[in-house]
C-alpha cells in the first residue's frame, strides 16, 4: 500500500484541525490570563499585545485563590498518601487470593461508576456530620479517598495480574509472609501501576466539583473549582482576565503532573479494555 | 493460582489484605449509596425540624413535575447526542493518528490527549467565554460576515452550546482509548481485507469496527453514565438556563437538595438517575469481567 503525495497533504490537514480544536480553547486561556479586560473583548482572538501580570496581581491579593490553592494541595496530596496505602494491599488480594465474595467484590467496585453524586453527597453529608467533618479538609479528603479507591484497586490488580507468582514462590520458600512478599517483591515491581494510581488520583481530586461544593461552606474552605465556579457565577460582571488567570493556575499543576504521570496512567487504562 | 488450595482457606488469607479496603468501602460508597436511596423516602418537615418518612410521595410528585421532565428529556438527548459526537470525533482522530504516513505522529498524540489532565471548571469556564454575545466565537464569526446568535441565552441553543463543552472534554480519554485498540490490531488482517477487495468504508465496518468492539463498548458505556451524572459543565455555564432549557437531572437534583431544601425531592431524582443508567453499567461490568 502506498500513499499518493496529495492524500498525505489531506491526512496532515485533517489532522491538524482536530489537533486546532483540541488544543484551541487552551491557548485562549493563557491568552486571556495575560490580557486586560478591555483588550479581552476588543480583541478576543489576538495574541496579547503588552502580556500583562495584572490579573496575577489581582487574583493573589483580592481572592482567597492562595488559601484555596493550599487547601487543593492538601487536599490532593493526603487523598492520594490514603488511596495508595489501602488499595495496593486490596489489588493484591483481588489478583492473588481466590475467595468467595470475588466477583461480587468486582463487580461492586465497578459499579461506582454509575452511582449518582447527588445521592452520594447525600449520603456522604450525613457520615461527615456524623464525625464533625463538614467544611474541614480531612472531610473532603475521606470523600475524594473513596471515590478514588473503587477504580485505582481494579488498575493495581491488572498490574499485579502482570508480575509472576513464581517470583513471590521463592521467597516464601526462604520464610516470606505474604505480607513481606507483597511489600519486598511485588510492590518495587509494581510502582508504575502506583504511579498510575497516584496519577488518576491527584487528578480526580484536583478537579473534583461537586463533592466539594456541597461540604465546603466557607470560601477560605474552598477548593480552587469550588473558588472558580463561584468566581464565574458569584452574578455580576465576570471578571474575565483574573478568572482566566486563576482558571490557568489551577490548570497548570494536573497539566504538568499529567505529562509525566500519563504513561503510566494510560498503560493501566488501555491494558483492561484491550484483549 | 496454585492448585489444591481451597477458596474458603484463601479467603481468610486474603482478608488482612482486604480489611482497610472494605472498611473505606463500607463507609464511603456503600453506606452513602444505600442512606442517599433511602431518603429518597422521606421529606424534610419544617415544623419538626426533620426528615418524615413519606412513602413514595417524592416519586409520585416527580410525575406532576414539568421541571423534572423537562430535565429528564434533556438529559437523555445531551447524553445521546454529545457521546455519539465524542465518538464520531474521537475515532476520526485516533484513525489518523495512527496512520504509519503522519509525520511528527508522537508528538501529535501527545498534544491530542493532554486537555485530559484541565480541571472540568477550568475547561467549563473557557467555554463559557467562547460561547459569550462577545465571545471567540461569534468574533471569529463577525470575521466572516455573520452575526452569531446568544450560544448560551438562546433557549433552543444553550443545551447544545454545553454539549460541546462535554464533548469536547471527553474527546481525550476516548481517543487514547479507541488508539490503543488499533494499534492492537493485526496489520496482516487489515491487508488481507484491502487484497479481498474491501473497500476503505467496508473494511472499517466489517473488520476494524468489530476487533475493536470491546474497547467501544467500554468507553461509550463510560461516557454515556459520566455525561448522565455530569453536572460541573451546565452548572458553569449555564445554571440550567434560560429558564430550565438547559436543565439537567444532576443539576436538578442539586438545587432541590441544597437550595430548595428537599433533601428527599433531590435523593428521587437521584435515583430515577440511577435506574436509567443500569443497564449501561451492567454491559460495561460484562465486558470488563470478562
Request: a positive charge.
Amino acid at each position: 500500500m502506498r500513499m499518493t503525495g496529495g492524500k498525505q497533504v489531506m491526512l496532515h490537514l485533517c489532522v491538524l484541525v482536530l489537533i486546532a480544536i483540541v488544543l484551541f480553547p487552551s491557548v485562549l486561556l493563557v491568552f486571556n490570563a495575560l490580557k486586560t479586560e478591555t483588550e479581552i473583548f476588543n480583541h478576543p482572538l489576538g495574541v496579547p499585545r503588552s502580556p500583562t501580570l495584572q490579573n496575577l496581581r489581582s487574583v493573589a491579593l483580592d481572592t482567597t485563590f492562595v488559601v484555596n490553592l493550599r487547601n487543593s494541595a492538601i487536599v490532593g496530596l493526603c487523598t492520594v498518601l490514603i488511596v495508595v496505602i489501602v488499595t495496593a494491599p486490596a489489588g493484591y488480594a483481588l489478583s492473588r487470593f481466590k475467595f468467595r465474595g470475588r466477583t461480587l467484590f468486582s463487580t461492586l467496585l465497578l459499579a461506582t461508576q454509575a452511582f449518582p453524586g447527588i445521592i452520594m453527597a447525600l449520603g456522604l453529608l450525613t457520615v461527615l456530620i456524623t464525625y464533625g467533618l463538614v467544611n474541614r479538609l480531612p472531610g473532603l479528603i475521606i470523600m475524594h479517598a473513596g471515590f478514588s479507591m473503587p477504580f485505582s484497586i481494579w488498575l493495581l490488580k491488572g498490574y499485579f495480574d502482570e508480575i509472576p507468582v513464581a517470583l513471590e514462590e521463592s521467597s516464601w520458600i526462604d520464610g516470606c509472609t505474604r505480607l513481606q512478599s507483597l511489600t519486598r517483591i511485588v510492590l518495587p515491581l509494581a510502582v508504575p501501576g502506583l504511579l498510575g494510581v497516584a496519577t488518576f488520583t491527584l487528578l480526580l481530586s484536583w478537579g473534583e466539583f461537586f463533592f466539594a461544593l456541597v461540604v465546603m461552606r466557607s470560601p477560605e474552605m474552598y477548593t480552587l473549582p469550588v473558588f472558580l465556579a463561584h468566581f464565574v457565577g458569584s452574578g455580576g460582571i465576570v471578571e474575565w482576565g483574573p478568572l482566566s488567570t486563576a482558571g490557568l493556575l489551577t490548570a497548570l499543576p494536573p497539566v504538568i503532573l499529567f505529562v509525566f504521570g500519563q504513561r503510566y496512567l494510560i498503560s493501566g487504562l488501555t491494558r483492561g479494555a484491550l484483549k | 493460582m496454585r492448585s489444591g488450595q481451597r477458596a474458603s482457606s484463601q479467603g481468610l488469607r486474603a482478608l488482612p489484605f482486604l480489611v482497610p479496603a472494605l472498611i473505606v468501602f463500607s463507609m464511603m460508597n456503600l453506606y452513602p449509596l444505600i442512606h442517599g436511596i433511602s431518603r429518597s423516602f422521606y421529606a424534610y418537615h419544617a415544623r419538626a425540624r426533620a426528615d418524615v418518612f413519606v412513602g413514595w410521595e417524592n416519586f409520585t410528585l416527580l410525575f406532576d413535575d414539568p421541571t423534572f421532565f423537562r430535565a429528564l428529556s434533556n438529559n437523555i438527548l445531551w447524553t445521546v447526542v454529545s457521546v455519539a459526537a465524542m465518538f464520531i470525533f474521537s475515532y476520526a482522530l485516533a484513525t489518523l493518528l495512527n496512520s504509519k504516513y503522519l509525520r511528527f505522529r508522537r508528538a501529535f498524540q501527545a498534544a491530542a490527549i493532554i486537555p485530559w489532565a484541565l480541571p472540568r471548571v477550568v475547561v467549563s469556564l473557557i467555554w463559557r467565554y467562547i460561547f459569550l454575545p462577545d465571545g471567540a466565537l461569534n468574533a471569529m464569526l463577525a470575521g466572516v460576515g455573520i452575526q452569531g446568535p446568544g450560544w448560551l441565552t438562546d433557549p433552543s441553543l444553550a443545551l447544545w452550546t454545553c454539549a460541546v463543552a462535554n464533548m469536547w472534554i471527553g474527546v481525550p480519554f476516548v481517543t487514547v482509548m479507541l488508539l490503543a485498540g488499533l494499534q492492537s490490531l493485526d496489520g496482516e488482517m487489515l491487508e488481507a481485507a484491502v487484497v479481498d477487495g474491501a473497500s476503505y468504508f467496508q473494511t472499517q465496518v466489517r473488520v476494524i469496527l468489530p476487533s475493536i468492539r470491546r474497547v467501544i463498548i467500554i468507553v461509550l458505556m463510560l461516557e454515556a453514565i459520566w455525561t448522565f451524572n455530569g453536572f460541573e459543565i451546565v452548572f458553569v455555564m449555564t445554571q440550567g438556563g434560560p429558564g430550565n432549557a438547559s436543565m439537567l437531572l444532576p443539576l436538578y437534583g442539586y438545587l432541590n437538595a441544597f437550595m430548595y431544601y428537599q433533601p428527599g425531592y433531590g435523593a428521587a431524582i437521584g435515583v430515577v438517575s440511577l435506574v436509567l443508567v443500569l443497564g449501561a453499567i451492567a454491559l460495561y461490568i460484562r465486558e470488563v469481567l470478562k
